[in-house]
């Protein structure tokens, strides 16, 4: 079984900065690839950020050279770092866990996103 828990969500000026953080809690060696989603009122749920056990990773246009996302194994942690935020980038974020040999992903509780004008 896999918990995931958010951390870093806030209230951040238009162009300011943030840092989500993911602790993966049990199943660890069963994931097999890491990311960030958000959903905003109204809106689908989106990808923003995945990282592969390989360390390749892939990033919605809408954040690219904006947003980072990295890990740290030894903490068991996921990272998503936020530059040059915009208020469009306002949103519930939610750190997400695939399990291949399942065909399942795992998710967080979320943790809101919201950039003032």
């Known amino acids: 079984q896999v918990k995931l828990v958010e951390f870093g969500g806030g209230l951040v000026q238009n162009g300011g900065y943030l840092r989500l953080f993911c602790v993966v809690c049990?199943?660890?060696?069963?994931?097999?690839?890491m990311g960030w989603y958000r959903q905003a009122p109204g809106k689908e749920r989106e990808l923003v950020a995945g990282?592969?056990?390989?360390?390749?990773?892939n990033y919605a246009d809408f954040v690219k050279g904006r947003f980072t996302i990295s890990r740290d194994n030894a903490k068991n942690t996921v990272y998503l770092q936020m530059n040059s935020l915009k208020p469009e980038d306002t949103a519930v974020y939610y750190c997400?866990?695939?399990?291949?040999?399942?065909?399942?992903?795992?998710w967080g509780q979320g943790t809101q996103v919201t950039v003032s004008s």
């Open positions: 997400s866990a695939y399990v291949v040999a399942i065909a399942f992903r795992y």
């Open positions: 049990g199943g660890v060696f069963s994931i097999s690839e």
């Open positions: 990282i592969h056990n390989s360390g390749n990773t």
